[in-house]
C-alpha cells in the first residue's frame, strides 16, 4: 500500500476516474434508518422464543422502583477535542425501546430511541417515556441495540423517575461496554454536544452550549430540566447530551417549536419562531442510585437557580 499515492497521481495524470475518500480511515459512511431492521426484530424474536426478553407486565411493575445500588464511574476532568467527544459518544450510545404487536396486525415492530450505557457491565440510561409500556401495544418487550445493529435484551429496569423522565436499565451485552460518567456541575454556558438518531437519521452529533436550568410545568407541578442548543428531533429521547470532558450531563427529553401565534387573516399556527431543546439531567440520573432520601437538588451543587 506504500505505492498507493503514486498509482493515484498515474491514473489521475492518465485521465482515469478516481475515487477518494473523503472521511478520515475508520470513519463509517452511515445510511439513514428508513425503518425498523430486519435483523434486529428477526434477533428479538429468537430471544422472545427463547424466554430472554422483559414483558411489557415486568417494566410497568418495575417502573416503580425508585433507586438502585449501581457504581459509576467517576467524572473526567480533561477536556477533549470534539473528535475525541464524539468517539465517546458513539462508544457509548445504545438505542432503546420495544419490540412489539400492535393492535392492527400480526407482524412484530420496533421502535427505538436512544440511550447510553453508565457502566462497563451494561447499566444504561434513558428517558422513562422511552420505555413506559403504550396502550397500543398488544404484546411487547423492551429491547436494545447496538448502532451497527447489534440486537441486545433488556433483562430488568433498575430505577426510573417519571417527572425527571430518566431511567436506569439493565442490558446483557455480554461484553464490556465504554460507558460515559455523569457530571453534575454544569454551568450556563458550558459547551454541549449530543449523538442521536433525531427522525432516523443516524449517528447525527451536534454541538451547542448549555443555555439554562429551567421548570417547566408538566401535570400540575414544576419539574427541572435543562435547555441545550444542540440539535435534537424525535428519535433522540435519552440520547447522552455531553461536557468537554466527554462526560454526561443529563440526555434528550423533549422539544417545544414555540410558535409566533396565528397567521395574519387566518386560523392557522405561524410559523415556530424557536425551538427549545429540554434535557433531563445528570444530577436526576444520579438520583437513582442513592437513596430515596437523597435528592436530585443537593446533586446539582453547581448549577446556580435550578431544583
Aim: with cysteine; aromatic share 6%.
Amino acid at each position: 500500500m506504500k505505492h498507493l499515492p503514486a498509482l493515484l497521481l498515474s491514473a489521475f495524470l492518465a485521465g482515469l476516474p478516481v475515487a477518494l475518500p473523503a472521511q478520515a480511515p475508520g470513519v463509517r459512511i452511515v445510511r439513514d434508518r428508513s425503518g425498523q431492521s430486519a435483523e434486529t426484530v428477526r434477533q428479538a424474536n429468537a430471544a422472545r422464543e427463547a424466554g430472554r426478553l422483559l414483558d411489557q407486565a415486568a417494566v410497568r411493575e418495575q417502573l416503580a422502583r425508585t433507586h438502585c445500588e449501581v457504581k459509576l464511574p467517576r467524572p473526567a476532568t480533561r477536556k477533549l477535542s470534539s473528535r475525541q467527544i464524539w468517539e465517546r459518544a458513539q462508544a457509548a450510545y445504545v438505542r432503546v425501546g420495544w419490540h412489539y404487536l400492535c393492535n392492527r396486525c400480526d407482524e412484530w415492530h420496533q421502535n427505538l430511541a436512544g440511550g447510553y450505557f453508565v457502566t462497563a457491565d451494561g447499566v444504561a440510561a434513558t428517558c422513562h417515556h422511552v420505555i413506559e409500556p403504550k396502550a397500543d401495544h398488544r404484546e411487547a418487550y423492551l429491547v436494545a441495540a447496538s448502532e451497527l445493529g447489534e440486537f441486545f435484551p433488556v433483562t430488568e429496569v433498575l430505577a426510573a423517575n417519571a417527572r425527571a423522565d430518566v431511567a436506569l436499565l439493565r442490558v446483557a451485552t455480554g461484553r464490556k461496554m465504554k460507558p460515559l460518567a455523569l457530571n453534575t456541575r454544569v454551568y450556563p454556558g458550558d459547551s454541549a454536544w449530543c449523538f442521536s438518531d433525531p427522525l432516523g437519521r443516524a449517528s447525527y452529533f451536534s454541538q451547542g452550549i448549555v443555555n439554562r436550568f429551567c421548570d417547566l410545568r408538566r401535570d400540575g407541578g414544576w419539574v427541572p430540566r435543562m435547555d441545550v442548543s444542540t440539535d435534537w428531533a424525535p428519535g433522540s429521547s435519552g440520547s447522552a447530551v455531553l461536557d468537554q470532558a466527554g462526560n454526561a450531563i443529563g440526555h434528550v427529553s423533549e422539544i417545544n417549536a414555540a410558535g409566533g401565534g396565528r397567521n395574519r387573516g387566518t386560523n392557522q399556527p405561524g410559523s415556530a419562531l424557536i425551538t427549545f431543546h429540554y434535557a433531563a439531567r445528570a444530577a436526576d440520573v444520579l438520583a437513582l442510585t442513592r437513596p430515596p432520601q437523597s435528592s436530585a437538588t443537593t446533586n446539582q451543587p453547581a448549577a446556580p437557580n435550578s431544583r
